[in-house]
T-cell receptor, first 112, second 114 residues
Framework: SQKIEQNSEALNIQEGKTATLTCNYT??????LQWYRQDPGRGPVFLLL?????KEKRKERLKVTFDTTLKQSLFHITASQPADSATYLC???????????FGGGTRLMVKP | DAGITQSPRHKVTETGTPVTLRCHQT?????MYWYRQDPGHGLRLIHY???????DKGEVSDGYSVSRSKTEDFLLTLESATSSQTSVYFC?????????????FGSGTQLSVL
């Protein structure tokens, strides 16, 4: 069966450290993968999109990698801040051109 | 959220009653989506639209219908609400060259079916 897996347990890190979140998938051949941030009581907010032919993408303190051989994306937040505390969702098109499918999300807690 | 609004934000209803949720956008985007979000299941696609009067089913469409008579409005209807449809419902839009690029989500509707 097709699956997108994110660590369902909360990730707790100290302010200033790098947070690394994982998104693994099976039985998909996505053309791209996206990351979203969701705060309690709010809708997800788009952060980054990485295409299948891109290994890495950066935006300010954010970095995403995409390994289609391992079927995995890593999402990094460097110099993390308490304001980065939120749930982070990965999403991909189940097959190229199809609708987005979301992972369950990982909650990140950054402690001061 | 700028460019997309959902109404109502909260609704409590009884089993068996019809419910309609509204999504309104001011971005003139082609694609509109309805998702539901439940603990343990994440976001799941209910229905989507790729143009006026053009809609299709998503992963969890049973018990739901949609309509899009204008570019800016996408309605989700629960014909006869059930307790299993208690959830948070999100509308999203995208206007890129292909579906799915950079979704913009609304703030959600918390629906409770008693």
């Amino acid at each position: 069966s097709q699956k997108i897996e994110q660590n369902s347990e909360a990730l707790n890190i100290q302010e200033g450290k790098t947070a690394t979140l994982t998104c693994n998938y099976t039985n998909y051949s996505p053309a791209y993968l996206q990351w979203y941030r969701q705060d309690p009581g709010r809708g997800p907010v788009f952060l980054l999109l990485i295409r299948e032919n891109e290994k890495e993408k950066r935006k300010e303190r954010l970095k995403v990698t995409f390994d289609t051989t391992l079927k995995q994306s890593l999402f990094h937040i460097t110099a993390s801040q308490p304001a980065d505390s939120a749930t982070y969702l990965c999403a991909l098109d189940a097959d190229a051109g199809n609708m987005l499918t979301f992972g369950g999300g990982t909650r990140l807690m950054v402690k001061p | 959220d700028a460019g997309i609004t959902q109404s109502p934000r909260h609704k409590v209803t009884e089993t068996g009653t019809p419910v309609t949720l509204r999504c309104h956008q001011t971005e003139n985007h082609r694609y509109m989506y309805w998702y539901r979000q439940d603990p343990g299941h994440g976001l799941r696609l209910i229905h989507y639209s790729y143009g006026v009067k053009d809609t299709d089913k998503g992963e969890v469409s049973d018990g739901y219908s949609v309509s899009r008579s204008k570019t800016e409005d996408f309605l989700l209807t629960l014909e006869s609400a059930t307790s299993s449809q208690t959830s948070v419902y999100f509308c999203a839009i995208s206007g890129g060259g292909s579906a799915n690029e950079k979704l913009l989500f609304g703030s959600g509707t918390q629906l409770s079916v008693l």
